[in-house]
């Protein structure tokens, strides 16, 4: 996909090679889930927090990276890796606990960088600045839960934070040198295409780094599964979501690292799109549309 800026683009000329992200628990829960903001979370969070794929969190951070090596020993062809904070809101702790398992996970020679999936109500000062401090040790990607800019959305969603909070983050982090990441969730009910390319202008013109993309899973156990079930709604099938991915692509600004254009939800979970399961052929059937669009000019302005 050498028309887009691949994070597996962006690794190997970063870090010389291919990259692997080593998905890891924190032991982190959510204050959209203990009582601070909410009890129920996200409408469309599972009870892993997102981290369905992450390692077992009663093991240490050195446990879990030495196992989730173990399961990409067979595919690998690079040494190096991402040590992966994703389930939950992974800097929603105590500073010391923070610092204690940072430093744990970016100790081994061949963990090049931590990535941080977190929220953006949930960086206080003084956290940003130990990220900033480890920074200069190994690279901070700090990624951030905003999935829309439309209010109505998000209180659908429950996401619990207005805009400015995220947009205030964005500022704050960017003005210490972290590398920024913004996923985004494709297909929320009752948004249109108009409203998902008013978000990426949004994004645009942020000091952010790195973006991801997603559908919307809808994953058995949460409260959107029950809401599907009692109001279905649409879901988009494979073919129109490849377009709205290829469409969003040439909205993205060049210097934007793609770090996902798709996702797959537990199988035992998912509830729909059912297809999104077979990412290799969701990815394939992208750079297939990218190829096929002849009128393709880099990217269209917004």
């Not at 003005?175 to 990441?181: F, I, S, Y």
């Not at 079930?229 to 490849?242: G, L, M």
Request: charged share 25%; with cysteine; aromatic share 10%.
């Amino acid at each position: 996909m050498e028309r887009i800026y691949t994070l597996n683009h962006y690794f190997k000329e970063t870090f010389g090679e291919k990259v692997y992200k080593l998905s890891l628990d924190g032991g982190f829960t959510c204050p959209n889930r203990d009582g601070t903001i909410g009890t129920g979370g996200c409408i469309f969070c599972s009870e892993g927090g997102s981290g369905d794929f992450a390692a077992n969190r009663t093991l240490s951070i050195s446990e879990q990276i030495r196992q989730a090596k173990h399961i990409f020993s067979c595919k690998q062809t690079g040494q190096k890796y991402i040590a992966y904070f994703q389930a939950f809101t992974n800097t929603y702790g105590p500073l010391p606990y923070l610092k204690k398992i940072y430093l744990e996970a970016m100790e081994p020679d061949e963990i090049v960088g931590i990535s941080i999936g977190t929220r953006p109500d949930c960086l206080p000062e003084e956290v940003c600045i130990l990220l900033s401090d480890l920074n200069k040790q190994k690279p901070v990607f700090l990624e951030l839960g905003l999935q829309t800019i439309h209010e109505k959305t998000a209180q659908f969603i429950r996401r619990g934070y207005p805009l400015s909070v995220f947009e205030n983050a964005v500022y704050q982090c960017h003005d210490l040198g972290l590398n920024l990441v913004c996923h985004l969730i494709l297909g929320l009910p009752g948004e249109t295409k108009e409203d998902i390319f008013e978000t990426i202008q949004y994004v645009n013109h942020l000091p952010i780094q790195g973006i991801k993309l997603s559908m919307l899973h809808i994953l058995d156990g949460t409260d959107l599964a029950d809401y599907y079930r009692q109001f279905p709604f649409p879901v988009y099938e494979k073919d129109e979501y490849i377009d709205l991915i290829v469409d969003c692509l040439e909205c993205i600004r060049p210097d934007m690292v793609i770090h996902r254009m798709t996702g797959d939800g537990p199988k035992d979970l998912l509830i729909a799109p059912l297809w999104s399961l077979d990412k290799r052929s969701v990815l394939n059937g992208i750079q297939k549309r990218l190829k096929e669009r002849n009128t393709w000019q880099g990217r269209k302005e917004l």
